[in-house]
């Protein structure tokens, strides 16, 4: 196999002292596969911004009948509809269901365990003291809105210091996808890939995050900086080195650009790290156009005291997920930079899954722990059991889904075996019905669908999950 660090430097004379410091850093103390670049006197972003989007108006949807969603009968309905009596609602989903929440009535609820098992939480975090601790979030469509993980890295951040943005994707691979803590940009066509992707391969290839982002036409482009205000002194390129892969042209804010060479004789893991002096930074992707380039994700890191949080979600996404993801690429990545606390945010959807039954969900649920313990066997660990919802039944009527009700259990009876905690978002919002509590506060913190939180929502739940983490073990 060719090495993936063969890199040139192109498009610009690069300066004497550069060429030398490339040569005696690139292989310093990392796998073959990782290549590194150090730019010590990067002075900030350009000041040019993202041009305004093209956007293209929505075919117009042909309008249906509504039909009576069968898979709710049997389960508690609630009508929501101005002046509607709900007479038959049951005393004790009442004063979730139909009263506003107001979440600073909401008692904390605790991450619960077997307490070595949650006192190692309080041990992590507490290394945040004297060096980067990493947290890994992954999930479905509430950790891939980011803004869940986004309001846990800054409650944590607030507390032990701030080790970074951490992760995050080179462009947009849902229309709903909008980074928080981050201004980005890009342009051309990026193709998403992931189980979840109607027009993907399923080739299992989507490194650590279960998605990755292809380009080939030459000069698709994406570039990322922190904000005013946020700081990051390392960039991490993950990316498939693969026969036949393009070539990627990298530049820090307005440094010589780099040339990324992505073709190998096999399919394996690629990385391009490129450090920085801690402080407001820019990094620019550009496909060059002679082969695809496939992207894992982009990790902006500080070599600073503190938390770092990778949300990696993907919406739709199920524990049975994991199994189709690639093992052996997903490995190298995740032993290069362990997360020391893993929080697996699942549930909503394998709930509601086609055939989906209790025996079937236990069993996937364990293939999915124990593909994380081979990984990372020494990461703490929290199972996030999933947020309460509702599903549109027909017209002004929702049902409570009751599902949520097996899953919940199941996973609580699970997590010990695999050294894990659980940690109920169901009960931080109120309990069962908490979710038409929510959607009714002002501002509302559930949305019309009753399955997603608002931006409002996100940054309470994050805040509580954040409270419970923190006081873990104490």
């Not at 722990?369 to 703490?380: C, G, K, N, V, Y």
Request: charged share 20%; proline share 10%.
């Amino acid at each position: 196999m060719r090495p993936v660090s063969d890199i040139v430097v192109k498009e610009r004379r690069c300066p004497v002292w550069m060429s030398l410091l490339t040569l005696l850093v690139a292989h310093a103390a990392e796998p073959s596969w990782v290549t590194r670049f150090v730019f010590p006197h990067a002075a900030g972003p350009p000041a040019d911004r993202c041009p305004p989007p093209l956007v293209v108006p929505p075919a117009p949807r042909a309008v249906r009948p509504e039909v009576e969603d069968i898979r709710t009968r049997g389960m508690v309905r609630i009508d929501l509809a101005p002046g509607a009596a709900n007479a038959e609602i049951p005393a004790d989903l009442r004063a979730h269901a139909l009263a506003p929440a107001d979440p600073t009535a909401l008692p904390a609820v605790p991450v619960e365990g077997a307490p070595d098992v949650v006192r190692r939480i309080r041990e992590v975090l507490a290394r945040a003291a004297t060096r980067p601790v990493r947290v890994a979030m992954w999930g479905d469509s509430l950790t891939a809105a980011d803004r869940l993980p986004s309001a846990l890295r800054r409650a944590l951040q607030a507390t032990y210091g701030d080790a970074g943005r951490g992760f995050v994707l080179p462009a947009a691979p849902w229309p709903a996808w909008n980074p928080v803590d981050l201004e980005r940009c890009s342009t051309g066509l990026w193709h998403a890939e992931s189980e979840r992707t109607a027009t993907a391969r399923k080739d299992g290839l989507y490194g650590p995050g279960g998605v990755s982002l292809e380009a080939s036409e030459a000069e698709a482009t994406s570039w990322m900086q922190t904000p005013a205000g946020l700081s990051v002194s390392r960039f991490e390129v993950a990316y498939l080195a693969q026969p036949g892969g393009g070539r990627l042209r990298a530049q820090v804010d307005s440094e010589p650009p780099l040339m990324v060479a992505t073709a190998a004789d096999t399919v394996g893991p690629g990385l391009l790290r490129l450090d920085v002096p801690d402080g407001r930074h820019r990094l620019t992707l550009t496909v060059v156009g002679d082969g695809p380039v496939r992207i894992f994700g982009v990790t902006l890191d500080r070599d600073t005291p503190g938390v770092v949080v990778d949300g990696m979600g993907v919406g739709g996404s199920t524990a049975g997920d994991w199994a189709k993801w690639s093992e052996p690429l997903m490995a190298p990545f995740l032993a290069r930079r362990p997360p020391e606390l893993v929080l697996l945010e699942y549930g909503t959807n394998d709930s509601a899954a086609n055939k989906m039954t209790p025996d079937r969900y236990r069993a996937e649920l364990r293939a999915q722990l124990e593909t994380m313990r081979r990984q990372l066997p020494d990461a703490a660990c929290v199972l996030v059991t999933p947020a309460d919802r509702g599903q549109k039944v027909i017209g002004t009527t929702f049902a409570v889904w009751s599902p949520l009700d097996w899953v919940i259990r199941i996973q609580e009876e699970e997590a010990p075996a695999f050294g894990c905690a659980t940690w109920s978002m169901r009960r931080a919002m109120g309990g069962v019905g908490s979710a038409f509590g929510w959607r009714l506060a002002q501002p509302p913190l559930m949305g019309a669908d009753l399955l997603h939180p608002t931006p409002a929502g996100y940054e309470e739940l994050g805040r509580r999950l954040a409270a419970a983490l923190m006081a873990a073990g104490g």
